[in-house]
T-cell receptor, first 114, second 111 residues
Framework: KAGVTQTPRYLIKTRGQQVTLSCSPI?????VSWYQQTPGQGLQFLFE???????NKGNFPGRFSGRQFSNSRSEMNVSTLELGDSALYLC?????????????FGSGTRLTVV | GENVEQHPSTLSVQEGDSAVIKCTYS??????FPWYKQELGKGPQLIID?????GEKKDQRIAVTLNKTAKHFSLHITETQPEDSAVYFC??????????FGAGTILRVKS
């Protein structure tokens, strides 16, 4: 079966710009979570969406936002990019009721801010 | 909030030897403890997990142990192989909220 698909795989943006990342979950998965991975901070939780609603949110500034569509695909947006936003952004999806036990991660989008 | 500490940060072992990675969590309410393996250019992949009502779980060469009193859990890999080389992350969750990850351990298996 197809895994979690994240697009694009790589992005280079300039400070001050905004960016939108996409995540297509495994078919049937309705929960999508986003994580930021950096060498210094490791994996940090951004937010979780279920049935088009944000259920949980991590400790990130309001420049980080997301949404989920009726087909469970999710996007995250980062506005006014800063150099420190350079990271690997990962999304994970799971079936309803499986919670984290059913987490499947995508390969991530590598964002570089210059 | 929950905090997870992971040690060591790097681990080198000879092929065939065992590898042990340890994690400590802070919130006694945590009840789910997964371990992930991340290879270069890929996302983390779940390799084994354990819930708070179980003390040990094994899957072929991989095992996880949990000590709720001490609030720590460990990953044990026996008979290591070169393909075990990767970054390993532990994580903890109170259930339904979010996963809090350890900082990761780079495992190198030398052949």
């Amino acid at each position: 079966k197809a895994g979690v698909t994240q697009t694009p795989r790589y992005l280079i943006k300039t400070r001050g710009q905004q960016v939108t990342l996409s995540c297509s979950p495994i078919s049937g998965h309705r929960s999508v979570s986003w994580y930021q991975q950096t060498p210094g901070q490791g994996l940090q939780f951004l937010f979780e969406y279920f049935s088009e609603t944000q259920r949980n949110k991590g400790n990130f500034p309001g420049r980080f936002s997301g949404r989920q569509f009726s087909n469970s695909r999710s996007e995250m947006n980062v506005s006014t990019l800063e150099l420190g936003d350079s990271a690997l952004y990962l999304c994970a999806s799971s079936f309803p009721g499986q919670g984290f036990a059913g987490y499947t991660f995508g390969s991530g989008t590598r964002l570089t801010v210059v | 909030g929950e905090n997870v500490e992971q040690h060591p940060s790097t681990l080198s072992v000879q092929e065939g030897d065992s590898a042990v990675i340890k994690c400590t969590y802070s919130d006694s309410a945590s009840n789910y403890f997964p371990w992930y393996k991340q290879e270069l250019g890929k996302g983390p992949q779940l390799i084994i997990d354990i819930r708070s009502n179980v003390g040990e779980k094994k899957d072929q060469r991989i095992a996880v142990t949990l000590n709720k009193t001490a609030k720590h859990f460990s990953l044990h890999i026996t008979e290591t192989q070169p393909e075990d080389s990767a970054v390993y992350f532990c994580a903890a969750s109170m259930g339904g909220d979010k996963l809090v990850f350890g900082a990761g351990t780079i495992l190198r298996v030398k052949s």
